[in-house]
C-alpha cells in the first residue's frame, strides 16, 4: 500500500514539474521573440463607404453610427491610431510603438469619406489612412459633381484632410481600379513581364506624381486594388521606392524594426452585419 502511495505521488510530482517546465520555456520564448524581434501586433481595419440609407448599404457600405461605434470602442479601450508614416518613423528609428495599436484604412476615396468619415476622425482625435482612386479624383475635381452616395473625394478635400494632419493619403492606383482588361494591377494571362512592369509603373507613378502635386508629399504606400498581384508586382512597387504595400488577406499584422515587415500588410474588411465589439475583439 506504501509503495502504491510512493507511486502515485511520484507520477503527480512528474506532471507539476513538467507543467512548471513547459511554462518556463514558453514563457522564455516568448520573452525571446518580443526581445529579438520587437514586434507589436497591428489589426488594421479596412473600410470603403459610409451610408445611412440601409437599402445602400452591403458587405463594402456600412452606417456612420457604426464607424462612429468603432471610433468609440477602439478610444475607450485604449487604441492608439497609427498612420503609414508612424510604421515607417518606427522600423527606421529608435521609437517604439504603443502596445494597443489599430490602422484605420478606407480605399477607393469616396466623398462619403469626407462627409461622414472626416468630421468624425475629429470629433475622437483619430488618423486614418484613405487611398484614392485618381482617375475619380480628377473626375470629380473637374466636374464639380458632390455626391455622397456615387461620388469621390476631390481635390479640395484631399488637400483639407491631410492638411488637418487626421490623414494621410496612400496610393490605390490611378486607373486601373477596374476588372477588365485587367483585374486591378494583377497580370494577364500570357502578358509578358517587361510589358506588365511597364503598364503597372505607368500608372502608378502617375498617382504618385498626382498626389504630390496635391499635398507635397509622396506617398510610401502601395494599396493593391482587390488585393490583386502577381509574382513580380511585390518587386516593382519596391524598386519604385514605396516602402509599405497593403493587401485583402485578413490578418493581423507583426510589425517588427525590419522594414520588411511593413509589406503585404493584411487588413480586415468591416461590414454591417458584425457588432462592434465582435469585431473588434476577433481581430485583436
Do not use: W
Not at 90 to 106: A, G, R
Not at 112 to 141: D, E, Q, W
Not at 252 to 277: H, W
Request: with cysteine; charged share 25%.
Amino acid at each position: 500500500m506504501a509503495i502504491k502511495k510512493r507511486a502515485i505521488v511520484t507520477v503527480i510530482s512528474v506532471i507539476i514539474f513538467s507543467t512548471l517546465l513547459l511554462t518556463f520555456f514558453s514563457e522564455k520564448k516568448n520573452l525571446a521573440v518580443s526581445a529579438e524581434g520587437d514586434g507589436v501586433k497591428l489589426p488594421i481595419i479596412m473600410y470603403h463607404s459610409l451610408l445611412n440609407d440601409s437599402k445602400l448599404q452591403n458587405e463594402y457600405v456600412i452606417s456612420p453610427e457604426i464607424f462612429e461605434n468603432d471610433l468609440k470602442y477602439l478610444k475607450n479601450n485604449g487604441y492608439s491610431f497609427l498612420t503609414v508614416d508612424d510604421l515607417i518613423k518606427y522600423t527606421s528609428s529608435d521609437i517604439t510603438l504603443p502596445e494597443k495599436c489599430i490602422m484605420l484604412t478606407f480605399d477607393d476615396g469616396y466623398y462619403n469619406n469626407y462627409y461622414y468619415a472626416f468630421p468624425l476622425l475629429k470629433k475622437y482625435n483619430a488618423k486614418a489612412v484613405i487611398s484614392p482612386i485618381g482617375s475619380m479624383t480628377k473626375k470629380f475635381t473637374e466636374t464639380k459633381s458632390i455626391s455622397v452616395s456615387y461620388g469621390n473625394i476631390n481635390e479640395d478635400n484631399i488637400k483639407e484632410m491631410v492638411n488637418s494632419g487626421y490623414v494621410e493619403i496612400q496610393n490605390h492606383s490611378y486607373d486601373m481600379h477596374r476588372l477588365t482588361p485587367r483585374k486591378g494591377i494583377g497580370q494577364k494571362a500570357g502578358e509578358s513581364d517587361s510589358d506588365y512592369k511597364s503598364k503597372i509603373t505607368d500608372d502608378i507613378q502617375k498617382e504618385q506624381d498626382y498626389i504630390k502635386s496635391l499635398c507635397n508629399y509622396t506617398p510610401k504606400c502601395f494599396v493593391y486594388p482587390f488585393g490583386e498581384m502577381s509574382d513580380i508586382t511585390e518587386q516593382v512597387i519596391k524598386s519604385m521606392g514605396f516602402r509599405c504595400s497593403m493587401t485583402c488577406t485578413e490578418k493581423t499584422n507583426i510589425i517588427t524594426k525590419d522594414p520588411e515587415s511593413l509589406f503585404e500588410l493584411g487588413r480586415y474588411r468591416r461590414d454591417k452585419d458584425e457588432s462592434t465589439a465582435d469585431f473588434i475583439n476577433r481581430i485583436t
